[in-house]
């Protein structure tokens, strides 16, 4: 039976000796002092969390992972002729395609603090297939793991698990960010319930019904069960009601709490942001937001929020994907971010400008840059003429720095235009 089928067989079954996660989490103190239990299952039905976990997990999955070579004169080009090129951006197993891959991985990571993946060599050595691994199949011990496969479990070697950890104790296994929330999650999870129920009955308080009769206790269950049958529910809201023999409906003013829910619910939406490191705005909180803050907010986002975990991937793979005689042969992996960071048209054709005119980039890198093919002529870098090192500029000639000078204000002009 093949690693993959072993692996995911082990999903279905599950004994004290060789637990599934439903049976572990059966076993866990989750519970919040809000009375909610939070697990990275329940977490995930926090709309804040939700939106946390697939904003850097999507973002991250979808990144172009390019395998390079560096050359002895320190140039690079992509190793697109290396097998690892194919398993991180375009099928990772034959069940699953990179992006998939790469993006549960992440989940598993922000929910758990562990992600980790089997990793499968052809008999040259180089990584042909990573195998996603639940986080509750896979325990470390020492310098290997013990991994829960169908029909019990195995010890593999550290190089043959890619295990991407969040931020821990001993550097190694990282700490789960829902255990640590569990309490900021759980009064989410709390006033999302109350809320509920509180539009279940139409938005309204409480209420009493009044009589100048003296009513048994058991008509007085009576006309409270009618009452309720017949206007608690939003299906039945606005139903015009009908009064006997003097009774009132008189309904009480809503309490500090109940006017307060809606500013609960906003600044939760606010400490799940702070749990992840992820700007509010990409938790679709939009109250505070503007034009500038939210580009702003988006470069923060690649620079605070993702920047981090880029490495951490990056240098894992490097790290256990590629052998010792890969790297030093000069191969690597490294994200490339720059469509995050492109900005709008204005602000790239600025970029680009002062690159190309101090002869840092060619017309064909821009236009590669943009996604345009390549055009004859330009993969020349050009620089101005009027620029001289500062040591000579006092030995010109008046008439030669005049030159020089109107040449470097015509220059400027027709930059503007």
């Known amino acids: 039976m093949g690693m993959l089928a072993r692996l995911w067989g082990a999903e279905k079954r599950g004994s004290l000796e060789n637990p599934n996660i439903s049976l572990l989490e059966a076993f866990t103190d989750d519970a919040s002092v809000s009375g909610r239990h ?5 977490a995930l039905s926090e709309p804040s969390v939700f939106a946390a976990v ?25 190793a697109r002729d290396h097998p690892l090129w194919r398993v991180l951006n375009e099928s990772a197993s034959e069940l699953m395609t990179a992006a998939a891959f790469r993006e549960a991985l992440m989940g598993h990571v922000l929910l758990g603090g562990n992600g980790y993946a089997y990793v ?80 279940s009955n139409d938005s309204r308080p409480s209420g009493v019904l009044t009589t100048p009769e003296t009513l048994s206790l058991e008509a007085a269950q009576r006309l ?102 890969e790297r030093e042969a000069g191969l690597y992996v490294e994200h490339s971010v720059q469509a995050l960071l492109r900005g709008d048209v204005q602000q790239r054709g600025e970029f680009y400008r002062q690159l190309y005119n101090v002869g840092a980039i060619t017309p064909n890198e821009i236009r590669a840059r943009e996604g345009l093919n390549k055009i004859a002529g330009g993969d020349r870098a050009f620089v101005g003429l009027n620029m001289v090192p500062l040591d000579q500029a006092a030995t010109l000639p008046i008439r030669e720095r005049s030159r020089l000078i109107s040449a470097s204000a015509e220059a400027r002009q027709r930059s503007k235009r």
């Not at 809606?262 to 909180?285: C, G, M, T, Y």
């Open 224 to 325: 409270k069960a009618g009452w309720e049958r017949a206007h608690s529910k939003l299906s039945q809201a606005h139903r015009v009601a009908v009064l006997e023999e003097g009774v009132k409906w008189q309904q009480t003013g809503a309490t500090a709490e109940d006017s307060q829910f809606l500013e609960s619910r906003h600044f939760q939406v606010a400490e799940v942001a702070r749990w992840f490191n992820i700007p509010v705005s990409k938790l679709r909180d939009m109250d505070r937001a503007t034009y500038s803050n939210v580009t702003q907010q988006s470069i923060e986002f690649v620079q605070d929020t993702l920047r981090p975990w880029l490495v951490r991937w990056e240098q894992a793979i490097n790290a256990r994907l590629l052998g010792r005689t």
């Open 54 to 78: 697939n904003a850097i997990s999507s973002t991250l999955a979808t990144l172009p992972l390019k395998v390079y070579r560096r050359s002895a004169d320190g140039s690079r080009s992509e």
């Open 120 to 199: 499968v060599r052809n008999g040259a050595g180089r990584t042909v297939e990573l195998l996603i691994l639940r986080p509750d199949q896979v325990a470390r011990q020492g310098s290997v793991y013990r991994v829960r496969v169908s029909g019990g479990s195995e010890v593999v070697p550290a190089d043959s698990i890619l295990h991407i950890a969040g931020l821990g104790e001993n550097g190694v296994d990282g700490w789960s960010v829902v255990r640590f929330a569990r309490e900021s999650i759980g009064l989410s999870l709390s006033l999302q319930e109350y809320g509920s129920r509180f539009f």
């Open 38 to 42: 939070v697990t990275k299952k329940t």
